[in-house]
């Protein structure tokens, strides 16, 4: 019984969508060697883009961060990109950088402090912990966000129910 309940709050915490918003976030974060950027340039290039927030000392980032790369290695030349966002902040940037070569992360990060009101500017409600994904689709509408563990298969199933702009067409796309 126990375990069908844990089972059924499993299934309930996965991707939820959420209202249409207009954009990604016009949000300056700074890459790993202090540049900055922004967030929205990111996002709303014709490509689905998971936005994924997490930090070098979360158990589950550092267990599940191996999926997200997949999704981005199978998905960065087609239809999605990853984006990822350190909260380590910028003073601990050497162990988010640690983290990020642990990892074989190959798609692109930024650094964030752990600050929530920063962080609720991706939208959605306000920020929990890590590891949250956003979701945004092809034109930069936020579509979902998903506090917790989330799979490749997830992700795809959730872009693929999205709607039909959840593929891309044969045709270049930017990003």
């Known amino acids: 019984m126990v375990g069908k309940l844990c089972q059924a709050i499993v299934i309930m915490l996965l991707i939820s969508p959420l209202p ?3 954009s990604g976030p016009d949000l300056v974060l700074k890459r790993l060697d202090g540049k900055s950027e922004n967030v929205s340039d990111f996002i709303g290039h014709g490509k689905w883009t ?3 927030i997490w930090a070098h000392d979360c158990p589950v980032c550092n267990a599940d961060i191996d999926e997200i790369a997949f999704f981005h290695d199978a998905h960065h030349r ?3 990109t990853v984006l990822g966002v350190s909260i380590d902040g910028w003073a601990q940037r050497k ?3 640690h983290f990020i070569d642990l990892h074989g992360l190959g798609f692109p990060n930024l650094i964030a402090e752990p600050n929530p009101a920063q962080l609720a500017k991706f939208g959605g409600g306000s920020f929990y ?3 949250t994904f956003y979701v945004y689709s092809p034109t930069g509408e936020l579509r979902g966000r998903h506090v917790g563990a989330v799979t490749q298969e997830q992700l795809e ?5 999205s709607g039909s702009t959840a593929k891309a067409d044969s045709g270049e796309t930017k990003g």
């Open 20 to 22: 249409v918003m207009a």
């Open 50 to 52: 998971v936005v994924a």
């Open 78 to 80: 087609t239809n999605a």
């Open 95 to 97: 162990k988010a950088q």
């Open 129 to 131: 912990g890590t590891p």
């Open 157 to 161: 199933d959730f872009i693929n129910s």
